[in-house]
Structures are given as C-alpha cells and as structure tokens.
C-alpha cells in the first residue's frame, strides 16, 4: 500500500514538473524576434513517465507560410491528442529539427507550431514541418470553470451570493487509489447584488382625437409608470392636455360656378350632365391601354382608365373653363394635358405618352487631388426620361447630409482637410429608378508634405543577351521610374469639373550613365528625381473590325452612334477608329447596317485609361430571312433552331395586332425578321449586344444570366415601313432552365440602345401547352413560361435572370512563356465567357450564360464570372485574351498539368480541372482554356491565396502579389528584344519622356518603321538594328536604342527565312526644331555575308545625301529616310497614336510584304529590303582541348600572345561604343589602325572561338 501511495506521489510531483515546464517553454518560443528552436522539446524528467503521440502535418508551406495550429490537428484528429500536452517537438518532413533548419518560427503549447514566410531572412520559404506532442499516460486535472450561476436574490438593490464549478477529470479509468487528487477546490462563491430599485415613465401614448373639428377643442395623451418596486414612485403627470381644432369652422361655400355646382370641398365646379373625351396614345401612335387619369385638383383619385382604343370618359367635368388632366401608366413618363371644348359644348383630350428611360449618368466625378485647405468639386449629371430630379452624394459609402454640403447635382469642399480624402459618387434618382456613377477619389495632402515622392522608385531594364555586368553578371539594370499619380499642382482655377492637363507625378531629372557589358560598354539614362508637373494627356482611342459571325463577312459602311449622334462608318474591310474624351467611363457604341442584312449591335466597349488604343473583333449576327405572315391571323415564331433539339421557346402574335405609326392597324401580309442569338451555340456570344447588366433599384449595376436574346423585324409587305406590335406573348420551354431555381426569376428585358443596359419588360408565369417535333417522336404537354411584351421603340429582348453567384477571376498575360513578373503585358482584352451546367449541374461546354471583358494592367485583370460553393463544376469558363487584333496563347496543360507553368498550386488545381482548348485535340488552337468556377472556401487555406476570389473580395483580388495563383497568358513571339536609352513603356503612354534620345519623339503621334531582311541558310538567325543619332546636332553618334529580332522560317520555301527590324525612324525630335536622320546599323548574328540590296532602296538613299559606307558584307548601314517609302523599297513604315498598333500594322504588312496587307505568315519572296546569306560554319579544324592535348606547349605559348595583343586592341576602343554580338562582327573600320597581319591574325583566332 505504501507503494502505491508513493507511486502516485510520484506522478503527481512529475506532472506538476512538466506542466511548468511546458509553460516556460510556451513564453520562450513566443518571442517574435529572436530565431527560436522549438525541436526536440524533451525534458529528462518526464522522461519514462510522459508519452509522445504520433506526427502531424495538417498544412502545407504554401502561401503565407507553414501553419500546425493545435486547434486545427484536435479538429480533424479528436482525442489524439491530449487536453494539457507538457511538451512538443517539431521536425520538418526530411526529418530536421526546427533549430536545425535556420529559420524564424513560433510555438506554443496553447496554440501549437507555426512558421511564416515573409519573417525568413534573404527572402527564403518555409520548410514543411510535421509535429508531436508529450502527454502524461494518467493525468488527474481540473475541467474550465463554469459559469457563474444567477444571484440568490432577485429583489432590487438586495445582496446574494453566485457560485461557479469545475470538475476533476482523468485522462484513463485507473482506481481512485492511483489517481493523483486535484489540488484545489470544485466550486467557488462570490458576492452579488442587484441595481437598485427604479421608477421611469414610459413613451407619451398618441394624441387622443379632438374634441371638435373647428372652433377651438383639446386632446388628451397618457403615459405609464415604469416601476421595479412598489417602494417607489415615477416624477410627474400620467396625463397631458392639448388645444386642437383652432382653424375657424369655414362658412358656406362661395365658389361661383358660371356652369354647374360647386364640388364637395368647394375647389372647383362639377356639371353633372357633361363628360370629358379622351385618347391617349404612344409616340408611335399607338393606343395606350389601361392608362390612369385624374383630375390635377385631385391627383390621388382615379377618375378613369383607358380602354383598348385608348379612350377614356370623365363625367361631371364643365366646358366652360380648361381643366388640367394628370395621365399616367407603368413604364411611361406621366404627363399634364389641359382640355378643349369646341363651339359645341364638346370637351375633349388627346395625349401623346412617351416612353420612361431610367436614368443614366453622362457625366461621372473625376478623381482630384488637392492640399490641405484646399476647395474642389465633383461634378455629376444623368440623363432619362423623365429627366432626374434627386440627386444624392456619397463619401466612402456614406450619405452626405444635403443640409451641410448644400449640393444638387455638384459637390462642392472647401477647408480641405486630410480626412476629406477617399471615394465620393453620386446617385440619380426619378420616378422611372435610380442609377449611381463611378466613384471618384479624393487625395488630400497634408500641409508640409511634397506633392510628389522624389525619389523614383526601383524599375528594372532588361539588357541586351550579350550585356553581362561585371561583378553582378546581371542581366537588369535599375533605371528608376516616377509612379504616375496624381499629384496636386497649381491650378488656375480649382472648382471645375475637369481639372484640364492636371498634374501627375513625373520625371524631373535625369542622369546619363554607362554600363559596363564586359565586350562593349552600354549608355543608358536613369531617373534620378521626381516632380510635380502637367500630366501627359494621350488620345484614348477605340478600333477594331466589325464582322459577321457566321463568315466572318466585314460590315462594310456601317453607321457608327455614340448615343444618338452619329461618329463615323466603318470601312471596306468593316474597320473603325473612335477617339473617345478622356473623362468617359462607359462608352456604348450602336452599328447599324445601312443595308439591313446585318442586327442592329450596340457593344460596350472597355477603355484604356492611359491612353492609346484598344483593338476590338466586334462580331454581329446576320438577320434571320424573312417570312410572310398573315397580320389577320394568330402567329407563332420558334426561338432557336438547332438541328435535333427543341427551340427554347416561342413568338406569340394575337391577330390585329400588328400598327403602323401613326397607330392605325395593320391588315396585310407581314415581313417578319426574328433573329435568336442562341446560348446553345457558343460561337455567338462574341455577337451578344450590350454587355449584360441591369440597373436595381438602389442604382447598382448588376450581372444578368442570359436564356437567350432575339431581335424583331416586322415590315410592311408592300412599301417596306416598320411596325410594331402589342399584345405579344412570349414563351419559354422550362426544360432549357437546367437550374432550377431560376425558373421563379426569369424576367423579359429590352436593350437601351443608347446606354447598353437591359430594361425589364415583363413577368413571366406558367402555362401548360402541347408541343412536339424538332427531335421529338411524339407531341407532348410540356409546361412554358409566358410573358406578355409590345414591340416599340425598342427590337432587342433577352430572357434572363439576375444571378447572385459571382467570384472574380485573376489573370495575367505576359510577353513570353517565360512568366517573368517583370515582363506583364498591359492593355490585353481578356474575355470570359460563362458556360451553363446540364441538370446535375455537372459543365455542358456548348451553352453560355454571360460574357464578360476587362483590360489588363501593371497588375493584371480580374474578370467577373458565376461561381458556386456547393459543386466545382456547376458553372465552368471559357477565357480568352487578345492583343492589338492577335490571339495571346494559354499555359499548356498537356501533356500533364504544372502548375508552376500555369500558376495555381496543387490540390487547387485538380479542383478547378484547367483544360486548354487543344487539351485532347493537339490540332486545334491553343488560345483558350477552360476551367471550373468553385467558389473558394475561406476555410481552406489552399483557395485563400486566388485565381478566384469571392465577389466581395475585389480588393483583394486586385492586389495580389505576382506570386499568388492566377491563370496566365504569353505572346507567342519568342527571341524578340528591345532597348531604349530613355526607359520607356509602350503600356502605359503616360511614362514617356521628352527627350532628345527618345525612341518616341511625340506622345500624341507614333511613327513605327521596320526593314525587311531575307535571310539563306539552314538555321533561323538572330538580326539586330543600333540605332544611333546621324544628323541632329544634339544626338549625333549618341545610341537611341537596340532591337533584336529571330529570323522566322519561311514554310513555302526551304532554307530560307526573313526577318522584320524595328528601327528609329528619321524625323522631328521633342522640340519639333530639327529633323534627325537616324543611323542605322543591320547585324545578322553569325557567320552572314551581305549578298543583296534592295535596288529602289540603294538608289534613294544615293540621291538622299549624306551616304553612310556599307563596304562591311556581315552588315548594312544607313541613313533612315525621312519620307515614308513602301514595300517596293522594303521599308514599312505606318503612323498611329498608339505604338503598339503602329507596330502590329508595321509587322503584319512586313510579313505579308505588301504596303496594305496583313499577314502572320512570313513570306520571304515578297517587299525585301536586304538579304544575307548564313550558312552552317564546318568543323574542321582541333578544338583547344584537343590542341592542348596534341601539343600543350605550343597552344599555352599562343594563348598568351593572343591574351596580349587582345589587351593592347582593348585599350585603343573607345569608351562607349555598342557592338552587335561578339568579335566576329567588330566593324572593320574600328581596325584599320591594325596591320594586315594583326587582321588576319584576329581572324584566326575568331574563327577557333567559333
């Protein structure tokens, strides 16, 4: 027995030991700054009396950083681990312990082990650490306390006494006699007491009624006391009493009524035996039914409604005098009409109804900044019908008090002051809905601040393959660059709308060095401080090609409207250019084909901020023939017609009900056009009109999910007028609803041509209808929903749901398939097209439901799109990217899935099950991919770190490392390069910079200018252009830039490929003083001899003096021209206010060697320039090794004499020169001070290099 007691003696003495332990171990490894090493936390005390459980690894090093939490291993392992480990030892999966491995990481035994990725030192990641715990094998200890019970008393201001308990538990079912008791005591008692007792009256009841209605009466009103004891007593009256009915009581009416009676409240005269006529009709002419009309004495009675005529009778309405009638009904502005009375007696009204528009903002705040003590103004303005009456401002979110700010449709701050800054928007209101515009940013800044950081911030330059730095072997140099913000400058005038030029942050100095690539040194000019200055305002500019989508047929003359006003016409190849004000933010643009074979098509466009322009494919749908129907008759139009399948629903025409516009009916045969855009097919989506989005009634823009669109063409037979329509039904087959949920949603919309938004039309209900046919064996009931619409102003209507599901997608494009993040391609046009699920919800890749566009920045783009939390694959996505008119091609996916190609991490990957379009068909195009859209769970650290992101997570989404997941996109041109002296990004117009060594002269206006250069031999070759300062006297000798370009293979022809050079063109410099003619130097790379020239070229630039000398065969020298000469010479040179553009026109006619084609496809043969032949070099002669070998003394002795006069050459170059590639394409020239046998000598051994 005594045993016993000492062994548990013992147990309880150990546990105690190792608890504290624990303890002072958990305040060690929770300091933050020091590297702590948690591993093997084992103490030899415990040791044979504690046990260890097994290891755990819930995380992975992914993301932020490595995360054992104990909360976390108890939630998926239980009981595995016990209430109150003593100690923990982590390793990391290669079996190192944590103070082994070097990095800063955490424990405690309260919270468990954890390692973050930004704290490691030179920029490391975290190793993946696995974890286990000590725990006693029989413990005694105290459960948390309870909570403390209620109060023994209840009585007001009283005292009583709260208890609160624990319990003592053990971790086995071991005899009372073995387990250690629990030091301490099972429950506790505390003193409590309760408020003191209080007596408050309640809230006044109402007003009782008057006594009396005029002349002088009272009212009364009670209130009840509120007590907690009969001990006391409330302050005061239970009662109060009012005077009321003061007005006096009126007398006997005295309106005179020359016709009639007085009316009941004496307002205006009734004539019992008179009626008032009336008809009320539609800007088309056509009779509006069931429209309310009311006298304006007394607007809120309806007197009468209008019949299916649009006629209407008021009785008891004199003659003798006009009276004001108030019309309205749903969905048009109401209107006040005065009526007429002829000689007769007869009164009569006629009221023409307009239809309601919702409002729309044209005029949106723009982003200003300002300092401190400062004024400034936002500017708001919508349009609609009617027009907006109410407007109301926001400042980040929250409504401004119209009282304080005194505003209407401008906001006006004065007294800035720092906490003024942030986002202001404003929101229209009218009868017909609301509309809010796109937030404005407010920068103030602080009194004492600069308004600009000078220091530039780090930007790096890619140098050319053969510039390596000493001592860095560096490839990127740090030019320096200025952030292109906004900044506060001195403004002429600070309350208007538009800050005109505005200022923006930008290069105020900068400083030219040299560096040092080993062969050759490199100029350079690097920013060395930023200023305040007027903001570079390049043209936006919209372009593109309007084609059909069946054929691609061009949209040849189309009418172009921004609005109602008409901008231009498309070209004879369907082409277009818009140069669009820079304070637009949403630009809807209609094409209309003048011929009618085409739709009416308004698109949204997507603008480009900082300038240039955006290239957009705009696809339109052909017209569906006409077909002759009989306006006498009940018709019906199917919705859809694909070969096998069901149509989704169907037109429904009552007879007589076709009107011309002056209202009269129609009776005759129809032309009737309708043309179904059918989300079954997804070829069509390009050609979807507007952009699918609906306004709510708190003024937001919000997503819809498309059933299918159609527009209506219905024409007189014989002189071809357009007409319209009422009564129409329109039904849709629910069996196309593959969710069903949306079914109760479903509305019918209309397109506002002028703002690219969808207007509801109607309702849909049930019905139950008879149907067969179309891939159908036999007819069938089958249940529609029907909707009731008129054809009017409007002809394009859509069958759609708004849908709550949204995530944001991230994508990135860059200029090779190296994904470097220093290489992202801005202003790329990436689509998304939404894909609808069968039943089941598992993808169905032929139907669509929405499409989406964005424009990527310096950051990327994230792309809205329906997601789900519940099934991965409910809603799937089909992505493409475009640039300037060319396909960007996907990450690959087969044959197997890296994700570190397409930049989302393992398990994430499986579950979003990425495909690129040739996945299974290595045939087809490699310019798309498609995924599942599961919506990430925050739970789940591996889909917290993109490339979906919750709705609400914008932000987020936008901000994203570089190294966070995302979908990725690469321009297919591979071995291309280009360097400017004066850093310049060809993105972002706003980063260019006057000076006399710009590659781009002028902001506003890019001249590209490439050389054709044909290349012999077997292998494709590398060909560069030094550009260098010919006649201007502030650049002469002085290097703009160098562009390296890969020959590319011509297919038709073997052995043979060209190349299209970028170099400077000739022309005004900044000032536009003086006109420079660039020198420019060709340098295939290799073994290439010059064999031809370009006739027409030769003998230009002979008659255009000064003549540069070209007796170099390995290369050509020239002048640049000045004028810009044609593919006959060679040189293809095209002006445009977005250089990116001005280059893929350039190139594209290069390729095609025509002045005016276009081509992706080299062909060698045509518009040539210069042509060099590069044959394969032949081995035949020892390699050093081998002469080291053979004769070692002798090739050691030659060595050295090389190494010496290769020193001796090195020290007569000059200081700054800039050379094509290695030795073997040094200019001759830079060597006549040589002899003839140091020359060949120099050879020689350039030959063994090679």
């Known amino acids: 027995m005594m045993g016993l007691n000492k062994a548990a003696l013992l147990l309880s003495v150990l546990a105690s030991v190792a608890q504290c332990q624990g ?29 260890w459980t097994s290891w755990f690894n819930i995380d992975h090093p992914g993301g932020n950083g490595d995360y054992e939490r104990l909360e976390a291993i108890r939630f998926y392992y239980r009981e595995r681990v016990c209430a109150r480990p003593t100690a923990m030892e982590a390793r990391t999966t290669d079996w190192v312990a944590a103070s082994d491995t070097g990095e800063v990481v955490h424990s405690s035994l309260e919270k468990g082990f954890w390692c973050v990725n930004k704290e490691q030192p030179h920029g490391r990641a975290c190793s993946n650490y696995h974890v286990r715990f000590q725990c006693p094998p029989v413990q005694s200890y105290w459960t948390d306390w309870s909570e403390w019970g209620p109060c023994t008393t209840t009585a007001c201001d009283d005292v009583g006494i709260q208890v609160r308990q624990r319990k003592c538990v053990s971790t086995q079912p071991t005899p009372l006699l073995l387990v250690p008791a629990c030091q301490g005591h099972h429950s506790e008692r505390r003193e409590c007491s309760t408020p003191p007792c209080t007596a408050k009256w309640g809230p006044w009841g109402r007003w009782g009624t008057c006594s009396v209605t005029c002349g002088g009466g009272r009212r009364i009103r009670r209130r009840t006391c509120v007590r907690s004891s009969v001990t006391v007593q409330c ?23 020359t016709e009639g009676r007085p009316s009941e409240d004496c307002s205006h005269c009734v004539c019992d035996s008179h009626v008032l006529h009336g008809e009320v009709h539609s800007v088309a002419g056509v009779p509006v039914e069931g429209a309310g009309v009311t006298l304006a004495s007394q607007p809120k009675v309806i007197r009468a409604r209008t019949d299916a005529k649009g006629q209407f009778r008021i009785a008891g309405v004199c003659s003798s005098s006009s009276t004001l009638v108030n019309i309205r009904r749903d969905k048009f502005v109401p209107i006040t009409v005065s009526t007429s009375t002829n000689a007769t007696g007869m009164s009569w009204v006629q009221a023409v109804l307009k239809s309601a528009e919702k409002p729309y903002i044209v005029k949106h705040p723009e982003d200003k900044v300002r300092f401190e003590g400062g004024r400034v103004l936002f500017c708001c303005k919508a349009t609609g019908s009617p027009t907006p009456d109410k407007y109301y401002w926001y400042h980040n979110g929250t409504l401004l008090d119209r009282k304080v700010h005194k505003y209407e449709e401008d906001l006006v701050l004065r007294d800035l002051k720092p906490e003024h800054s942030g986002e202001y928007y404003c929101k229209a209101s009218s009868p017909a809905g609301s509309i809010k515009s796109t937030p404005a940013t407010l920068t103030v800044t602080a009194r004492g601040t600069p308004a600009c950081n000078s220091t530039p911030e780090m930007h790096l330059i890619r140098l050319p393959l053969d510039c390596v730095q000493r001592g860095t072997n560096s490839k990127y140099y740090n030019a320096g660059r200025c952030p292109h913000n906004k900044c506060a400058g001195s403004l002429d005038f600070d309350t208007r709308c538009r800050d005109g030029a505005g200022f923006c942050c930008g290069v105020q100095n900068m400083e030219s060095r040299i560096i040092d690539c080993g062969r050759y040194n490199l100029p350079i000019k690097a920013v060395m401080q930023c200023g305040c200055q007027k903001c570079v305002q390049p043209p936006v500019l919209v372009r593109g090609r309007v084609i059909s989508a069946d054929n691609g047929d061009p949209l040849r003359f189309g009418h172009i409207y921004i609005g109602k006003e008409r901008m231009g016409t498309t070209g004879y190849q369907g082409g277009f250019t818009l140069q669009i004000t820079p304070d637009t933010q949403r630009l809807v643009v209609n094409f209309v084909d003048p011929t009618e074979e085409f739709i009416d098509t308004p698109k949204v466009f997507i603008l480009d901020k900082k300038g240039g322009s955006i290239y957009h494919d705009v696809k339109v749908m052909r017209k569906q023939k006409p077909i002759d129907i009989n306006a006498g008759e009940t018709n019906s139009i199917d919705l859809g017609e694909i070969k096998g399948e069901d149509p989704i629903g169907q037109l429904v025409i009552p007879p007589n009900s076709f009107h011309k516009d002056n209202g009269e009916i129609y009776e005759g045969t129809v032309k009737a056009s309708v043309t179904f855009i059918d989300p079954r097919n997804i070829t069509t989506a390009a050609a979807a009109p507007g952009d699918l989005n609906f306004v709510n009634d708190e003024g937001d823009m919000l997503p819809l999910r498309t059933y299918g669109m159609f527009s209506v063409d219905f024409r007189d037979e014989t002189n071809k007028e357009i007409l319209g329509a009422g009564g129409v039904q329109v039904l849709l087959d629910t069996q196309h609803v593959k969710m069903q949920e949306h079914i109760p949603k479903m509305k019918l919309w209309s397109l506002n041509p002028d703002t690219g938004v969808w207007e509801e039309e109607s309702d849909f209900s049930y019905t139950t209808r008879t149907s067969g046919g179309h891939g159908r064996s036999k007819r069938e009931e089958r249940t529609f929903l029907i909707g009731n619409m008129e054809i009017r102003e409007r002809r394009l209507f859509n069958l759609d749901v708004p849908e709550n599901r949204r995530c944001y997608v991230k994508v990135r494009a860059y200029m090779s398939d190296k994904f470097l993040p220093t290489e992202q391609l801005e202003g790329v046009v990436i689509t998304l097209i ?66 570190n190609i397409i930049g989302v991490s393992q398990p994430y990957l499986d579950k979003i099950d990425y495909q690129r379009s040739d996945h299974e068909d290595p045939a087809l195009k490699k310019t798309a991919f498609r995924i599942n859209l599961p919506k990430p769970n925050q ?71 490439f050389i054709k250069v044909k290349i012999h031999g077997q292998k494709e070759v590398m060909v560069r252009s030094r550009n260098l300062g010919g006649t201007h006297r502030e650049t002469t000798g002085k290097l703009y830039g160098i562009r390296d370009i890969r020959s590319t293979r011509d297919m038709r022809e073997a052995n043979t490929s060209a190349a299209c050079v970028e170099f400077k063109c000739s022309g005004m410099l900044f000032d536009q003083a003086e006109v420079d003619r660039s020198l420019i130097s060709i340098l295939p790379q290799g073994n290439c001899r010059r064999i031809g020239t370009n006739n027409l070229l030769h003998e230009y630039l002979i008659k255009h003096p000064p003549v540069t000398q070209n007796n170099e065969s390995h290369a050509f020298n020239m002048l640049a021209p000045v004028d810009p000469l044609g593919h006959n010479y060679g040189i293809y040179t095209v002006t ?68 010496r006069e290769s020193q001796g050459l090195q020290m007569q170059r000059s200081s700054t020169q800039v050379v094509a590639y290695p030795s073997e394409q040094q200019s001759i020239t830079q060597n006549r001070r040589f002899s003839s046998t140091t020359r060949r000598r120099m050879s020689m051994r350039t030959q063994q290099r090679q």
Not at 237 to 254: H, N, Y
Not at 968 to 994: I, Q
């Open 23 to 51: 303890s002072v171990r958990s305040r060690i490894q929770t300091d933050e700054n020091r590297r702590v090493p948690p591993s093997p936390f084992i103490d030899t005390q415990t040791t044979g009396v504690t046990e």
């Open 834 to 899: 939404n894909l609808e699920p069968k039943p089941g919800y598992s993808s169905n890749p032929r139907a669509w439901g929405r499409f989406d566009s964005v424009l990527t920045g310096s950051n990327g783009g994230c792309l809205p799109a329906f997601c789900d939390a519940l099934r991965p694959d409910a809603y799937t996505a089909y992505v493409t990217a475009m640039m300037g008119g060319e396909e960007l091609e996907a990450a690959p996916s087969s044959p197997k899935m890296n994700p």
């Open 235 to 257: 302050n005061g009256r239970p009662v109060e009493i009012q005077k009321c009915g003061k007005s006096p009581c009126p007398a006997k009416c005295q309106h005179v009524c």
């Open 1136 to 1203: 445009d206010q977005n250089p990116r553009l001005a280059k893929e026109i350039a190139i594209g006619r290069c390729f095609d060697g025509t002045s005016d084609g276009f081509s992706r496809e080299m062909k060698s043969d045509s518009g040539v320039a210069l042509t060099f032949s590069c044959p394969e070099r032949k081995i035949n002669r020892e390699s050093l090794f081998q002469r080291l070998q053979t004769n070692p003394g002798q090739t050691l002795s030659q060595m050295a004499r090389d190494m």
């Open 939 to 1009: 739970n789940n650290l591996d889909e917290t770190n993109g490339p979906i992101y919750p709705y609400r997570n914008l932000i987020d989404c936008e901000n994203a490392p570089v190294d966070a997941n995302h979908f990725r996109f690469f321009r297919v041109e591979k071995d291309k390069y280009e360097y400017n002296v004066v850093p310049f990004e060809e993105s972002d117009l706003t980063t260019w910079t006057g000076d006399y060594l710009s590659w781009w002269p002028n902001p506003q206006e890019f001249r590209a200018c």
